[in-house]
C-alpha cells in the first residue's frame, strides 16, 4: 500500500457480489465474490499530514472475516485508488463481516490483529495494519496504530534489511481496543523492511508501530546474513515519543557516507635524493587544496631503502608542518592526518611544499571524510513573494514539523534544495521570533540549492528566540543539515 502524501476524500462506493458457484472435493459451494473497500478519510490535518490518507497498490491482499474464519482476497481493480475492489471466494451463504489489512496481520479473529515482523519495502510504502468493518456494503478501513518514517540516503550496497528496535514489544499478536492496538502486548521489539542489496541508494522507510509511549530506538541496515553493516547502528537511548492513532512521525535521516572521498592533488614522477629536492606544486602561484580538519594527504611512492617526506612553508623552509623521516620502503603510501594547525598554517602561507629524501614521489590525494547529511524536511511550498515557510513549527520537542529536535552548533550547514521560479530575487533566511523578528543570516540569488553555515555570531543572535524560516521565490523541496 502506498501513502500518497496528498490529503484526499474518500466516496464510499457499494459493495458487489458476482456470483460464479463451484463445488469443491466436500460438495461445500463457494462464490467468487468482489468486495469493495476504502480507506480512512482525512479527519485532522495536524497529526496526520503524510499518512492521512493511503491508496491501493498492485498485490495488496486483505483477510475478510466471515464471522468464522479469514479468507485472504486480492486487489482487482482501483490500483493507486483509496476506494478499490478486492476479489476471492466465500463459503456459499457466507458474507463479510469484517476484515484486516495486510492479510498477514490477521489473527484468530477479530479481537488481535498481528504486527508482522517483517515486511516487503516498496517505494513509500506503507504496511500499517487496518481493520474494517462493513458500513452500508462497504469495507472501510480504519488504521489501529501509527507510524515513524525515515528518509535514509547513501544505502551500502550490500544492505538488505532496514532494522527498527524499540524498547517496547512492537511486532506479534496485539489485542484491538476500541479502535486501536497499544503496546500492551506483542512478541519482539525489532521489525525488519527488507529489500535487493544495490538496489537504491536512498529510501524512505515507513516503519508501522502499536500505540503508545517509547522511550529510546535504534535502526540500522543488515545485510543479507542479518548481521549489522558497520556504521550504520544509529541509536536515541533516551529519546521518549508517543504514537497516536493514525499518527505519522517523521525522523531525521541516519545517514552514513560510508566512503570517503577522495581528490588527486598532483599525479607525476618527482624523484627525491636529499632533502633539497623539494617539489613546489603547491607554492608560488600553484593550486592550493581546500583542506578540512580531519582529512587526510595521501603520497602514493616508491622507495628502496628508508626514506623520509615532509611538508613545509614555501616562504620558510625551514617552518615544518609535518615531517616524517621514518618513510618505510615496504609500503607505497603514506598518510598524514590534517590538523587544523595544519589547515591556518597552509592558508596563511598559500601552501605548502614537499620536501623528501630517498624516494620517488608519484600521486598525492586528498581523502575527505564523511559529512553526515541529516534530512530535516521534505515536502513542496511555492512562494512568489517574501513569506514563512509553513514546515517548520518550532517547538522543543518536534522541531521540524515533528522530528527529533536539532540543536545546531558551530560549524553546522543548513542546506536548501528547491526550484527557483521564472523571474526575481531567490532568498532563503533565518529569522528570530514570529512576529516579525530581524533576519540573522540569509542566501540568496539561488538556482537549484543554498546553504547557511552556523557561526557562533548566529547562535549568540538565537538565544532564547525561536528560529523561523522564510522564503522567497522559489518552490522548496528538502532541508537538510550538514555536520
Not at 547529511?373 to 515533528?402: A, C, D, K, M, R
Request: proline share 4%; glycine share 8%.
Amino acid at each position: 500500500m502506498k501513502s500518497r502524501y496528498i490529503l484526499m476524500s474518500v466516496a464510499a462506493a457499494a459493495m458487489t457480489f458476482v456470483s460464479c458457484v463451484k463445488e469443491n472435493i466436500n460438495d461445500i459451494k463457494f462464490s467468487e465474490v468482489t468486495l469493495n473497500a476504502v480507506t480512512e478519510g482525512s479527519q485532522t490535518k495536524t497529526a496526520l499530514t503524510g499518512f492521512a490518507d493511503v491508496v491501493w497498490a498492485t498485490g495488496d491482499q486483505i483477510a475478510v472475516y466471515d464471522g468464522a474464519a479469514f479468507t485472504d482476497f486480492t486487489l482487482s481493480s482501483g490500483v493507486g485508488t483509496a476506494s478499490a475492489g478486492f476479489s476471492g471466494t466465500l463459503a456459499e451463504g457466507k458474507t463479510a463481516e469484517a476484515a484486516v489489512y495486510p492479510a498477514s496481520a490477521k489473527g484468530t479473529d477479530m479481537t488481535t490483529v498481528k504486527y508482522p515482523a517483517e515486511y516487503a519495502y516498496s517505494e513509500m510504502g506503507v504496511n500499517a495494519p487496518m481493520v474494517a468493518s462493513v458500513v452500508e456494503g462497504v469495507l472501510q478501513f480504519k488504521h489501529v496504530g501509527g507510524v515513524v518514517k525515515f528518509d535514509v540516503g547513501n544505502i551500502p550496497p550490500t544492505a538488505a534489511g532496514f532494522v527498527f528496535t524499540a524498547n517496547s514489544k512492537i511486532t506479534g499478536s496485539f489485542a484491538v481496543t476500541g479502535d486501536a492496538v497499544s503496546t500492551t502486548a506483542g512478541a519482539a521489539e525489532s521489525v525488519k523492511i527488507t529489500f535487493t542489496p544495490a538496489s537504491m541508494k536512498s529510501a524512505v522507510f515507513m516503519v508501522p508501530l502499536p500505540t503508545g509511549t517509547y522511550t529510546g530506538f535504534s535502526v540500522k541496515f543488515v545485510d543479507a546474513s542479518d548481521a549489522a553493516i558497520a556504521g550504520t547502528v544509529k541509536e536515541k537511548a533516551d529519546y521518549s515519543f508517543t504514537i497516536a492513532r493514525k499518527q505519522l512521525l517523521t525522523f531525521p535521516a541516519f545517514v552514513d557516507n560510508t566512503t570517503p572521498a577522495s581528490k588527486v592533488l598532483w599525479e607525476g614522477e618527482n624523484e627525491y635524493e636529499s632533502w633539497n629536492n623539494a617539489l613546489q606544486h603547491f607554492a608560488y602561484g600553484g593550486p592550493v587544496p581546500e583542506l578540512y580538519e580531519g582529512d587526510i594527504l595521501r603520497f602514493h611512492y616508491t622507495a628502496t631503502e628508508s626514506a623520509g617526506l615532509q611538508l613545509a612553508n614555501p616562504n620558510d623552509w625551514t617552518e615544518k608542518y609535518y615531517q616524517n623521516f621514518n618513510v618505510s620502503a615496504s609500503n607505497t603510501t603514506l598518510d598524514v592526518n590534517v590538523t587544523a594547525d595544519m589547515v591556518a598554517k597552509i592558508k596563511a602561507s598559500n601552501g605548502f611544499i614537499v620536501e623528501g629524501s630517498k624516494l620517488t614521489l608519484t600521486k598525492i590525494e586528498q581523502v575527505t571524510s564523511p559529512v553526515a547529511e541529516t534530512v530535516l524536511w521534505t515536502g513542496s511550498q511555492t512562494i512568489s513573494g517574501f513569506s514563512w515557510f509553513e514546515g517548520y513549527n518550532y517547538n522543543p520537542e518536534y522541531g521540524f514539523n515533528g522530528e527529533l529536535p536539532i540543536e545546531y552548533k558551530v560549524g553546522d550547514c543548513l542546506c536548501f534544495y528547491l526550484e527557483a521560479l521564472d523571474s526575481g530575487y531567490t532568498a532563503v533566511n533565518i529569522c528570530k521570533g514570529y512576529d516579525g523578528g530581524a533576519i540573522v543570516a540569509s542566501c540568496g540569488g539561488l538556482t537549484d540549492y543554498g546553504e547557511i553555515k552556523i557561526t557562533q555570531d548566529i547562535l549568540d543572535q538565537l538565544a532564547g528566540e525561536t528560529p523561523r524560516i522564510a522564503i522567497n521565490h522559489m518552490t522548496l523541496k528538502k532541508i537538510t543539515l550538514k555536520r
